[in-house]
T-cell receptor
């Protein structure tokens, strides 16, 4: 069973702090990694994707990938109350259908004003 | 950017009736679309992979005769929930393969069966 695991939270951080969201995956051959944000009652929206080991930055968001340790993380700097949502980690396993993503259960982030 | 349109956004139907949900890629062609279901406070559950011009591939435990999927064109996939029952009430979301950068999701359909 190819799995993606996330701490369900809630992760509570004060406004302006750095939120750190983590995800581990079981399929060592996984190729592509995605972070989606889902507000309550809405569908997920893509925040970032990362393919290579290391860090990838986009504005306040930084994705980090470590294939040897099989984890991917998302850092949110200067957290805002509007960042409060569920963050879903998704992995495209090796040999899978194109873009057939395996999702984690999501981490609920609560940014306190 | 890639846009996926999903309709209807909400539907309430009587038990025993069928409901059709449409998923359209507006500015790109999607050879593959995915259908998910999400119960309250739970994660996305992949139901099936919809391939243009061929039969859908269903995930284990998903009844293909109950959840009919048609992907007749490169821009449209439909999910029909047949003989719906209250336990089918859920949030149904489609997504489309954008060709390299993950999937784009539709806005979702909240189905309530009464």
């Amino acid at each position: 069973q190819k799995e993606v695991e996330q701490n369900s939270g809630p992760l509570s951080v004060p406004e302006g702090a750095i939120a750190s969201l983590n995800c581990t995956y079981s399929d060592r051959g996984s190729q592509s990694f995605f972070w989606y944000r889902q507000y309550s009652g809405k569908s997920p929206e893509l925040i970032m994707f990362i393919y290579s080991n290391g860090d990838k930055e986009d504005g306040r968001f930084t994705a980090q990938l470590n294939k040897a340790s099989q984890y991917v993380s998302l850092l949110i700097r200067d957290s805002q109350p509007s960042d409060s949502a569920t963050y879903l980690c998704a992995v495209e396993p090796y040999g899978g259908a194109t873009n057939k993503l395996i999702f984690g259960t999501g981490t609920l982030l609560a940014v306190q004003p | 950017g890639a846009v996926v349109s999903q309709h209807p956004s909400r539907v309430i139907c009587k038990s025993g009736t069928s409901v059709k949900i449409e998923c359209r890629s507006l500015d790109f062609q999607a050879t593959t679309m995915f259908w998910y279901r999400q119960f309250p406070k739970q994660s996305l559950m992949l139901m099936a992979t919809s391939n243009e011009g061929s039969k859908a591939t269903y995930e284990q435990g998903v009844e293909k005769d109950k959840f009919l999927i048609n992907h007749a064109s490169l821009t449209l996939s439909t999910l029909t929930v047949t003989s719906a029952h209250p336990e089918d009430s859920s949030f149904y979301i489609c997504s489309a393969n954008t060709g390299g950068y993950g999937c784009t999701f539709g806005s979702g359909t909240r189905l309530t069966v009464v």
